[in-house]
């Protein structure tokens, strides 16, 4: 998931994933993971995700880790 320059800081990636997660568990879902470039650890974080794994380099997009969370009822 990535956001234009212009609408990063304003709330649109996180309305994005929110609605991503909901969709998950609407659909029975236990397990919400990605791919997260190491700049957007953070963001992640604020969503309740975890990082897990080595880092690791993704060709032209750089370092990434593998970032999951649970899904609940109440996303």
């Known amino acids: ?18 609605f991503g997660i909901g969709e998950v568990s609407r659909r029975g879902g236990i397990l919400v993971w990605c791919e997260g470039r190491v700049g ?23 370092a990434h880790r593998i970032l999951v969370r649970p899904v609940t009822d109440g996303v």
């Open 40 to 62: 957007a650890i953070r963001f992640y974080e604020e969503f309740l995700f975890h990082a897990i794994g080595p880092t690791y380099e993704n060709t032209g997009t750089g």
């Open 1 to 18: 998931m990535a956001t234009l320059q212009e609408s990063r800081g304003k709330g649109v990636g996180g309305k994005v994933l929110e």
